[in-house]
């Protein structure tokens, strides 16, 4: 993994711009500490930027990198492709001819033959940009799920682009504003985001399955993948298989690495069958012992409180799965006073307020993985696919015409002053809408089948997006590639389609993949009611949310402070459990919220972010 960035001017002299490229090469170190690379073009005004993260071919992945077929193009590469070889096969029968082995040079190659078209062919997470010299025109795509991210700003005469917001703002062109749209964003839809949105005014997202091509001062978007309904003509078992296979299948393809690879293990049935298949990949191919990790705090035990959506804590569970497998298990066990002071870095992770000590957390996780290991494999996004969540299952929740993570504003209204963002809930509203009125349906569909379309792709382009930012910022601010297999897109396209009763199957959330898995884990795992990521208990962790929250409100600087109600923040503080529905689903009550007020009032700091149009 790696971290790319541009600029294209048509009018300025781009040699001029050394100490920008510069500063915007250095706020992606982090995403690729072990190369960086530029190509310039002053002619034609062009500048690619690359920073690389070792992971395949380290001599022959140099990038920017440059081939020749009809036309010279250069390319600068974030991702890894899951289908290198069989891409590498087709090309090579066609007559081209390769250096090395990186899947870098495979796409460039796949661009020379087949032109935009190549994104079609590619299995795989990425974003990249391609520079045509022939043709003066750049080409950038990002992958169909939307693992890698892409941000771009454009204005007369000019693109800018790059892995994260702050390679753009290091471009003095691009000011840190914000109005009313983005501070709807932060205080209505946050931590989520609107796809597309960057929340910096002008700022934009490449959208996942989306591509552009930019000439003659214009970028030009389009989607090349979306997900489609499509009638599901699989029987139950052959359901079954297809699953079992089409996961065991993305998960082997994406443990290739030159790199050391390890697996994270909370104990839950993804995680769990994501480190079940790669450890019994290691002992086919003789690649040793497979590593696994988890996470905890200290007195996390001593404090744990069951919920709805938290039934029992992963200790047990864990220990079950890593003796059953055979792997080196490794427990990362982290201190409430570095998860508090890690709200703030990883706001610079995600360059702004998001799932705060949901975050923190991980990005200490992956600080303390990254000491041993290059890569890893997550199990993120199989509850979003296969109907994971309480709100998929609850009928009085699940035809409710909200977001059903977030479906009372009340809490979010209340910490803010009377009268400020008058049309937040509109605003909601309107996001909520437009996603439930672009979902694609069949005319066969029962109204059931219907809603759990809406259902999914809500989950889909919203709180899967959400936890997709999240694992790439905090892992890449590390320095740590994380892969996600259930983020295959041939995975994806078959959830979308498969019938609600077969998703759910036996009346069990994800209760397609339990029973793809049944045999092949143990009986415990595999029927283990859903646990989510694990959160700290510990009293001493609010506490300190508590103190920082009160300093943002005592501050008379702060321009966070001067929008917050005195009363609503303190009625969190002193009544945490008085708050009838969360923030954001099981992720944020009480102490995350506090938390989220503290990121909000460094990231306006920090950003130096201007409010305009209020």
Known sequence: MCGIAGLI?????????????????SQLGKRGPDQDGVYINQQQGVCLIHRRLIVIDPAGGIQPMSKKGRDLCTIVYNGELYNTEDLRGELLSVGYTFSGHSDTEVLLTAYLHWGEKCVDKLNGIFAFAIWDEENRRLFIARDKIGVKPLFYYEYKGGLIFASEI??????????PQIDENGLNEIFFIGPGRTGGMGIFKGIRELLPGECGTYK????VCHKYFSVTAK??????EQTIEKTRFLLTDAIKRQLVADVPLCCFLSGGLDSSIISKVASDYYKENNKGQLTTYSVDYVDNAKYFVKSLFQPNSDNHYIKLMSEFIGSDHREVILDNNALYEALLPSVAARDLPAMVDVDSSLLLFCEAVKRDYTVALSGECADELFGGYPWYHNKDILFEQCFPWSRSLDIRRSVLKAGLLPRGEDYVLQRYSDTVNKTEKLSTDTPLEARMREMFMLNFNWFMQGLLDR???MSMYNGLEVRVPFCDYRLVEYAYNMPWSLKALDGREKGIIRTAMDGILPDEIVWRKKSPYPKTHNPIYFNLVCQGAKRVLQDKDSVLGNMLS???????????????SPWYGQLMRAPQILAYIIQMDYWFKKYNVQVIGM
């Open 9 to 25: 001017d048509r009018y300025e002299d781009i040699s001029q711009k050394q100490g920008i490229i510069a500063n915007m090469s």
């Open 166 to 175: 702050k390679a753009i703002l290091a471009n003095p062109i691009v000011k």
């Open 216 to 219: 003659n001062g214009a970028l």
């Open 231 to 236: 009638p599901h003509t699989d029987s139950q």
């Open 471 to 473: 694992k790439d910022r």
């Open 566 to 580: 005195e009363k609503g923040v303190m009625d969190i503080i002193e009544n945490p459990e008085g708050i009838s």
